[in-house]
């Protein structure tokens, strides 16, 4: 039951629970789905880059000392380097997330100060990320020009817009990393299990 808005009663909503390295995980499978046009994260596209993703769920998985069983990946952790050294080095993948996770290369907040809500709209070929701040008593104002930049930018493969709620522009960075296109953490753990 929403203490705020009763429109909100009924609905499903979806919460994660995600360990800081699948995080990294599943933001980099977004980014480089994002950028090859592929949806990766729906396990559509291309086989190597998939397989990629798998082996480094496993070796995540392997560094948290989680249980994992992905079908036709090794449970044997030697076997599982030796497979992603190999596709890593197939696909480029270290220089590839390395080209396309270097971030935002320019970011304009917009009345930023006391915001609520952001609304952030990513331009990935420039770079350029706009972030808008909306006040707790704008929402009205910041649905609607959400709706407008959501309209406008209707089947656009070089754009994205979101609209959250974060308490800082901290936290926003930490819930929406992929909107900064950071894969920092991930690249990290990729080039250790690949070195």
């Known amino acids: 039951m929403s203490d705020r808005k009763s429109t909100y009663n009924g609905h499903k909503i979806e919460i994660q629970f995600r360990t800081e390295l699948q995080h ?13 046009r592929e949806l990766l ?3 559509e596209g291309d086989p190597v880059w998939k397989h ?37 080095a197939r696909l480029g993948a270290c220089d590839y997330l390395r080209l396309i996770g270097k971030g935002v290369e320019d970011v304009i907040e917009i009345n930023i100060p006391g915001a609520h809500y952001f609304l952030l709209e990513l331009h990935t070929s420039t770079r350029k990320l706009k972030i808008t701040g909306y006040r707790l008593n704008a929402t009205q104002k910041a649905t609607w020009e959400y709706a407008e930049i959501e309209r406008a930018i209707l089947g656009s493969e070089e754009r994205e817009a979101v609209l959250v709620s974060a308490k800082s522009m901290a936290d926003l960075k930490r819930a929406y990393v992929n909107y900064f296109l950071d894969m920092r953490r991930f690249i990290e753990v990729a080039e250790a299990a690949t070195a």
Do not use: H, Y
């Open 24 to 36: 990294a995980w599943a933001t980099a499978v977004e980014i480089v789905g994002f950028f090859r």
């Open 41 to 43: 994260k729906s396990s």
């Open 52 to 88: 990629f993703f798998k082996l480094m769920a496993t070796e995540i998985a392997f560094a948290e000392k989680a249980a994992f069983g992905i079908p036709g990946i090794p449970a044997n952790r030697d076997k599982v380097r030796d497979q992603l050294c190999r596709c890593a």
